[in-house]
């Protein structure tokens, strides 16, 4: 973790091998364009320890691959008690993992907690759906859903590094 940055944000879905690797990668390029990188830490991680070291699901590298986002670093791991005093904001993917992180996360740090598309502008859903059981299209509609959440998450950031300065 980038100890330097002034806001550190933690993506979440179930595995840490689909939705929350595809954010990370999203928001890592998107902050890197604004020239963010530096003041504004990303990482993702899973509420289970199914796939804890793996790389991201292969269909999910090329989705992201082929709109110029790098998902190859990356390597599954499980959200750990810690992340919820070194996260600034923890965002999960849908409401069960939303729920999942609720459980386990001390009471005065629930407030970090939120949805992802929350911050989504251009569709009206509230969770990224899960793309693991099928095609390409849904790691497409991933992609959507994530590209538009990261954009309206990013305005934000920008006021919220204003407001520090």
Not at 60 to 78: E, F, P, T, V, Y
Not at 88 to 104: G, Q, S, W
Not at 141 to 158: F, H, K, P, S, Y
Request: hydrophobic fraction near 40%; charge should be negative; charged fraction near 30%.
């Amino acid at each position: 973790m980038d100890q330097d940055a002034e806001v550190k944000i933690l993506l979440c879905c179930m595995g840490n091998i689909c939705r929350s690797p595809t954010a990370e990668g999203v928001m890592r390029a998107r902050l890197e364009s604004a020239g963010l990188a530096q003041r504004i830490w990303v990482e993702s991680a899973g509420t289970h320890a199914y796939h804890v070291g793996s790389r991201p699901d292969p269909r999910a590298l090329d989705a992201a691959a082929a709109r110029g986002i790098d998902l190859a670093s990356i390597r599954a791991r499980k959200v750990t008690t810690d992340d919820f005093e070194r996260f600034d904001r923890i965002y999960a993917m849908d409401r069960d993992n939303l729920r999942n992180l609720e459980k386990v996360c001390p009471p005065a740090m629930r407030h970090k907690i939120a949805l992802f598309l929350s911050h989504g502008r251009r569709f009206g859903e509230q969770e990224v759906p899960d793309p693991y059981y099928g095609g390409p299209a849904g790691f497409e509609r991933v992609l959507d859903l994530i590209e538009d959440a990261a954009d309206g998450l990013l305005q934000e950031l920008r006021q919220v590094l204003t407001q520090l300065r």
